[in-house]
């Protein structure tokens, strides 16, 4: 069983920026990947950015490129999400997931994440 325990959602104007935090406990943390979500108001849940605790090689939505960082700290279980230049396409709440251990590396679906945080609202006015 993982918990998760997404912070720092939040309102910010057209260009700022914010940091996510996911905190993660359970047990044998390091055999799961990691990923960010997010859901605009009636839409679907999309996938933002995708990593793991062991290799840390990150990958990304093309909508986030260049302006999203995906980060671990191990030391403290938790994954951040750095978003900057942010725009009102970026308004959704954000997911933090978790999936266990597998073959292949990118997992973009959300189906492929059996742990979700209760996500955090991130509102970007223009």
């Known amino acids: 069983q993982v918990q998760l325990v997404e912070s720092g959602g939040g309102l910010v104007q057209a260009g700022g920026s914010l940091r996510l935090s996911c905190a993660a406990s359970?047990?044998?943390?390091?055999?799961?990947?990691m990923g960010w979500f997010r859901q605009p108001p009636g839409k679907e849940r999309d996938f933002v950015a995708g990593v793991t605790w062991r290799a840390g090689r990150p990958y990304y939505a093309d909508s986030v490129k260049g302006r999203f960082t995906i980060s671990t700290d191990n030391a403290k279980n938790t994954v951040y999400l750095q978003m900057n230049t942010l725009n009102s396409e970026d308004t959704a709440v954000y997911y933090c997931a978790a999936g266990r251990w597998s073959t292949t590396y990118y997992h973009r679906a959300a189906a492929e994440y059996d742990y979700w945080g209760q996500g955090t609202q991130v509102t970007v006015s223009s």
């Open positions: 359970g047990r044998a943390l390091s055999y799961y990947y």
